[in-house]
């Protein structure tokens, strides 16, 4: 089956490449039976690489599709990722889409790059004219104020006839607009209340109308932490600690959209930045969890969903699932009583999904 309930939601799964490759790649295979749009994963250097991992996935799959979500355009440069992204696509027969962003800051700043001082926005609204232009004529001459290039071209044809480039943002409202005028659509990450993707959505519509496009054309995503398990309150657990790891990325006007002072985590924050990551999840709250994850019981999750998420406009639920692994990979906690994400793919597929057909 081809999942797209009420006429336009998708559901695809965001890994974070930390398993073996086998174990990934058995992963995706059961996404794809299960009829998930799309399996996606972040590019940072902290996990195995998502383009080998997809390059290898493609002929074992029929149906999804795979991308970034998100690549970045202070790392990467644009023209290579198009040059990826094209290979991919001939590889999968043609599946091949992204998510582009600035780029994870915390990440950047281990890198010492000076990000803020750069014009991210620009940068990126820049570099998504590259891309643009370098996929569909496979060539590109250009002069701007961040990338310039003559003459420049790839052998890398995509077999799609326009390779979806969405945006990634968090913070808003501007990435939202810019989205709106220019990309194919938008995925917002690590929001959950009703409050954050109505804002999303009413600068995803102002960007669109400016541009004179259609904002129910665009691919609009939530992409949440989630954890579901018949055992909800394992699942809490689980995701009360790997959230904990997400909240030092999340800008503060993000976090008050759900009812959050940043100088509420602070400590959290500081416990962090001394190592002390036992004591860090130990201070994040389960009230505070629960409002900054999706996690429970598959009918949880999808009440969540149909609640806080879907209302505001949104057609596209990424679901970047955790299992004990995962957990255990990140914090040195061992939790019980949590499927691991073949099980869980097919909790979503068959007590989830069906809420919204």
């Not at 071209?153 to 939202?176: C, D, H, N, W, Y």
Request: charged share 25%.
């Amino acid at each position: 089956m081809t999942v797209r309930a009420n006429g336009g939601l998708r559901f695809s799964y965001c890994m974070l490449p930390d398993y073996s490759l086998a174990d990934s790649i058995e992963m995706i295979k059961v996404a794809d039976e299960l009829g998930y749009y799309a399996c996606y994963s972040v590019d940072e250097t902290w996990h195995k690489d998502l383009w080998c991992l997809f390059s290898a996935a493609a002929d074992k799959t029929r149906n999804i599709r795979f991308g970034p979500n998100v690549t970045h355009v202070f790392l990467r440069e644009p023209t290579l990722i198009c040059q990826q992204l094209a290979t991919l696509d001939e590889l999968s027969g043609g599946r091949a889409e992204a998510v582009v962003s600035t780029g994870n800051f915390v990440m950047m700043e281990q890198y010492h790059l000076d990000w803020a001082k750069r014009k991210p926005l620009s940068r990126l609204r820049e570099a998504m004219h590259v891309m643009r232009t370098f996929l569909d004529d496979g060539k590109i001459d250009f002069e701007g104020d961040f990338f310039k290039y003559t003459g420049l071209f790839t052998a890398a044809r995509p077999v799609q006839e326009r390779i979806p480039l969405k945006m990634g943002g968090m913070k808003g409202p501007r990435s939202f607009e810019v989205a709106g005028e220019i990309a194919d659509g938008l995925h917002h990450a690590l929001s959950y209340s009703r409050p954050a993707y109505d804002y999303v959505v009413e600068h995803v519509k102002a960007g669109a109308e400016r541009a004179g496009r259609n904002w129910e054309d665009l691919d609009l995503g939530a992409w949440i932490v989630s954890v579901v398990s018949d055992d909800s309150a394992a699942a809490k657990r689980a995701a009360r600690i790997l959230v904990a790891f997400y909240i030092p990325s999340m800008p503060p006007e993000q976090l008050a959209r759900h009812g959050i002072d940043q100088a509420e985590l602070q400590p959290i924050f500081d416990a962090f930045a001394a190592g002390d990551v036992a004591k860090a999840i130990e201070m994040f709250s389960p009230e505070h969890a629960e409002k900054l994850s999706v996690a429970g019981t598959p009918e949880e999750c999808a009440e969540q969903i149909e609640r806080d998420i879907i209302p505001a406009g949104i057609n596209h639920v990424v679901l970047a699932l955790a299992d004990a692994p995962l957990v255990e990979f990140f914090s040195g906690q061992s939790v019980a009583g949590v499927p691991p994400i073949k099980d869980q793919l097919r909790l979503v597929a068959e007590r989830m999904m069906p809420a919204f057909v």
